[in-house]
């Protein structure tokens, strides 16, 4: 006699997962401000904002943070979201590179959004890009100079992920 069944697990994602999720990336970017002086607080909380806001409406692609010099990353540090995320790996935050050379650079941030925010309509569009902290000025996206990627961070709430790598100098 053979015996088949079914499970069904479905998780909703809620402000309480997006802000846990983001909570991981605030880490990271004050480890950031602990090496090398940047972000701000300020500019932490707004990031954390955005990020929130995306990642609850299901709008995130992925987003940088780092420093770049001549619009080129010399350490970021990137995250990519994943819904519908089948991962249970919630790693812990931290572990950025402390050494990089950021002489003559610049802080910054670059944000891509998904396919499901592009379906939106222009007003729909309009009305998120209000109420998020950061307003975007359609910058050109920073290239690499010679380094490397660490990968292997991920971060894991309710159904999605944030996968995290690091670009740091060779």
């Not at 605030?26 to 929130?52: C, H, K, V, W």
């Not at 925010?117 to 975007?136: A, G, M, N, W």
């Not at 910058?139 to 991920?154: I, L, R, S």
Request: proline share 3%.
């Amino acid at each position: 006699m053979t015996m088949t069944g079914t499970h069904t697990f479905s998780e909703t994602f809620t402000l309480t997962n997006a802000k846990y999720l983001a909570s991981k990336v605030a880490s990271d970017l004050f480890q950031m401000q602990l090496f090398y002086g940047r972000p701000t607080d300020q500019e932490i909380n707004d990031y954390l904002g955005e990020l929130i806001i995306l990642l609850l409406g299901g709008y995130l692609d992925s987003v940088d943070y780092g420093f770049r010099r001549d619009n080129k990353w010399v350490i970021v540090a990137s995250y990519s979201a994943h819904f519908g995320s089948t991962s249970s790996t919630d790693d812990r935050s931290g572990g950025v590179y402390p050494g990089a050379n950021i002489s003559s650079s610049t802080w910054g941030s670059y944000l891509r959004t998904n396919s499901k925010f592009h379906t939106l309509s222009q007003e729909e569009k309009d009305k998120i890009e209000q109420d998020l902290p950061i307003k975007r000025n359609g910058q050109a996206e920073p290239g690499f100079y010679g380094g490397t990627w660490d990968c292997g961070k991920d971060y894991f709430s309710g159904g999605t992920g944030l996968l995290r790598k690091m670009y740091r100098p060779s």
